[in-house]
């Protein structure tokens, strides 16, 4: 490991593994067991914390705090657990992901993901390609995030929630159950709509593609009818292309999930304002 783009106040324990090229600004710590990829840079005053692998390209703003101690009162600190993060990821100031609480398990995050500052996520999450959190945003534990998801600001997703990919919430949302891919959310457990420009944006999607996700969130959350009795309706279209497939398969998941899983589909904003 060479020596030279280490500030000489960083503390670096000497079996942590960083490629030659990796930046450690003043005052950072970075801990036993970690690895650290080519052109990674570490902020001032940045921690990562043991059993923390990253790969390349990544970058570590000050204040941040990655693979702390599992905020969970079960935890046993003596555990092996583990933070795992591909590559080309920008974590801005103050983000703080936890590792995993189960032995043996890993918190994950992908590839070219986007962390504003004072974002978090706890343990067990699995954070895909592409996602963006928005300044505050929290993920709480065992929670999944699909591909492309853009979270809220100052916003919040419940333990053991499924999001879908390419979904857009908006500010301050908070959701406490699952949301289905390429959907809009707001407010409180509300879906109001497609995510229209997100799809449009979207190259792999064509606009076939985009008339059968249309039809299948009709299905969903326009025709009056129960999830369970929607889903059995979207199974009749086994000429569907994979993304309409994606959003049947979300439902058909979200539907069948078990303790502490089970936490429901998303309803439409519509269906809420109607019971009010």
Same mark, same amino acid.
């Given at each position: 490991?060479?020596?030279?783009?280490?500030?000489?106040?960083?503390?670096?324990?000497?079996?942590?593994?960083?490629?030659?090229?990796?930046?450690?600004?003043?005052?950072?710590?970075?801990?036993?067991?970690?690895?650290?990829?080519?052109?990674?840079?570490?902020?001032?005053?940045?921690?990562?914390?043991?059993?923390?692998?990253?790969?390349?390209?990544?970058?570590?703003?000050?204040?941040?705090?990655?693979?702390?101690?599992?905020?969970?009162?079960?935890?046993?600190?003596?555990?092996?657990?583990?933070?795992? $993060?591909? @590559?080309?990821?920008?974590?801005?100031? *103050?983000?703080? &992901?936890?590792?995993?609480? /189960?032995? =043996? !398990?890993?918190?994950?995050?992908?590839?070219?993901?986007?962390?504003?500052?004072?974002?978090?996520?706890?343990?067990?999450?699995? $954070?895909? @390609?592409?996602?963006?959190?928005?300044? *505050?945003?929290? &993920?709480?534990?065992?929670? /999944?995030? =699909? !591909?492309?998801?853009?979270?809220?600001?100052?916003?919040?997703?419940?333990?053991?929630?499924?999001?879908?990919?390419?979904?857009?919430?908006?500010?301050?949302?908070?959701?406490?159950?699952?949301?289905?891919?390429?959907?809009?959310?707001?407010?409180?457990?509300?879906?109001?709509?497609?995510?229209?420009?997100?799809?449009?944006?979207?190259?792999?999607?064509?606009?076939?593609?985009?008339?059968?996700?249309?039809?299948?969130?009709?299905?969903?959350?326009?025709?009056?009818?129960?999830?369970?009795?929607?889903?059995?309706?979207?199974?009749?279209?086994?000429?569907?292309?994979?993304?309409?497939?994606?959003?049947?398969?979300?439902?058909?998941?979200?539907?069948?999930?078990?303790?502490?899983?089970?936490?429901?589909?998303?309803?439409?904003?519509?269906?809420?304002?109607?019971?009010?």
């Amino acid at each position: 490991m060479s020596l030279a783009k280490i500030h000489p106040t960083a503390i670096v324990d000497p079996s942590a593994r960083l490629a030659d090229d990796v930046e450690v600004g003043a005052y950072a710590i970075i801990e036993a067991d970690v690895e650290i990829g080519a052109g990674t840079v570490i902020r001032p005053h940045a921690i990562v914390r043991r059993f923390t692998a990253m790969g390349s390209g990544n970058y570590v703003d000050s204040f941040s705090c990655l693979g702390g101690e599992p905020q969970d009162y079960k935890f046993d600190a003596s555990s092996q657990t583990f933070l795992r $993060i591909g @590559d080309d990821n920008m974590f801005r100031e *103050g983000v703080t &992901i936890s590792r995993a609480t /189960t032995p =043996g !398990a890993a918190t994950m995050v992908g590839n070219k993901t986007f962390w504003m500052a004072n974002s978090h996520a706890g343990h067990d999450c699995q $954070i895909h @390609d592409g996602v963006i959190l928005a300044n *505050g945003c929290n &993920i709480a534990g065992h929670s /999944t995030v =699909g !591909a492309g998801a853009i979270l809220p600001a100052n916003g919040n997703i419940h333990q053991f929630v499924y999001i879908g990919e390419k979904v857009m919430f908006q500010g301050c949302a908070q959701v406490g159950m699952h949301v289905p891919p390429f959907v809009m959310c707001a407010q409180d457990n509300n879906v109001v709509s497609l995510n229209v420009v997100g799809l449009k944006r979207s190259p792999e999607i064509s606009r076939e593609d985009r008339l059968e996700i249309k039809e299948a969130f009709g299905i969903t959350y326009r025709s009056g009818l129960t999830p369970k009795v929607a889903l059995e309706k979207m199974n009749e279209h086994a000429e569907w292309s994979d993304p309409a497939n994606k959003f049947r398969q979300f439902v058909q998941d979200a539907l069948a999930a078990e303790k502490p899983f089970n936490r429901g589909l998303c309803p439409h904003l519509s269906r809420i304002s109607t019971r009010r």
